[in-house]
Each structure stands twice: as structure tokens, then as C-alpha cells.
């Protein structure tokens, strides 16, 4: 398993913890991390986050925004953890 998909249970498990449901935030993490896997990243990019969201069939842009804040908000909590990890522009997206 990698540090990313364990990092990423994590995150879920706190936010959990918190009192949030957090199902289509667990999908699209997931497809995230899966993508990530694929490509050998170690850890979160910004660029790596571009080139998933342009693998996605969603095409509108409400929808990619909202998954591309979805990987932002673990980038930021994994960037506590990782230096390496990039937090990408918050209007980054329109």
C-alpha cells in the first residue's frame, strides 16, 4: 500500500471523526490516489492534480472545480506531514 493511499485513509478516518460523511469526497479521493499510483507519485503536485482532472469524463467546470477542492483540501492536510507535498492555488480552476 502506498504512502499516499495510507495518508489518504487518514484523512479520511480523522475527518470522519469529525462528524463528516464524506462519500463522493472518499470516490474521488480514491480515483485520485489510484491515479497517482499509476504514475509513481510519491507525493501530491499540483501538476499531478492537472493531469487527472484532464483524464475525467466530467467536462463542466462546477464539477471538476469541485473535485479538484476535494484533492486540494488533502493536499493542504498532507502537507503537514510532507514538505513535498504542493498545494495548488485556491482559484486555480474557474
Given amino acids: 500500500m502506498s504512502a499516499l493511499r495510507i495518508a489518504m485513509q487518514q484523512y479520511l478516518?480523522?475527518?470522519?471523526?469529525?462528524?463528516?460523511?464524506?462519500?463522493?469526497?472518499?470516490?474521488?479521493?480514491?480515483?485520485?490516489?489510484?491515479?497517482?499510483?499509476?504514475?509513481?507519485?510519491?507525493?501530491?503536485?499540483?501538476?499531478?492534480?492537472?493531469?487527472?482532472?484532464?483524464?475525467?469524463?466530467?467536462?463542466?467546470?462546477?464539477?471538476?472545480?469541485?473535485?479538484f477542492n476535494m484533492v486540494r483540501r488533502f493536499a493542504i492536510w498532507r502537507s503537514a506531514a510532507d514538505d513535498r507535498t504542493q498545494v495548488p492555488p485556491k482559484n486555480l480552476l474557474p
Avoid: M, Q, Y
Avoid at 19 to 32: A, M, P, Q
Avoid at 39 to 65: F, Q
Fill in 13 to 67: 478516518s480523522l475527518r470522519r471523526k469529525l462528524g463528516f460523511k464524506l462519500i463522493n469526497v472518499e470516490t474521488t479521493l480514491r480515483s485520485f490516489i489510484t491515479f497517482a499510483e499509476k504514475e509513481a507519485a510519491c507525493h501530491v503536485t499540483t501538476d499531478l492534480i492537472l493531469r487527472w482532472l484532464n483524464l475525467s469524463t466530467a467536462k463542466e467546470p462546477a464539477t471538476l472545480a469541485n473535485r
